[in-house]
């Protein structure tokens, strides 16, 4: 199990019965990276991989 799994744990817990649009999520992307920029490129990856995950080609 890697650490990041109990912070995945716990989102699905406490919010795994919600629905929130891609819009809702970039802007809160945005907002913990202004606040972190540190995470930067953590969270460019993660938002490219989320963006590709359907292209038949990657």
């Not at 019965?17 to 920029?37: C, I």
Request: proline share 3%; no cysteine.
């Amino acid at each position: 199990m890697y650490f990041t799994d109990r912070g995945i744990e716990e989102l699905v817990d406490r919010r795994g019965e919600e629905e929130v649009s891609v819009l809702w999520l970039g802007e809160r992307l945005r907002e913990f990276v202004d606040l972190n920029p540190e995470f930067e490129i953590p969270i460019e990856r993660l938002a490219t991989w989320l963006a590709r995950l359907d292209d038949e080609d990657e």
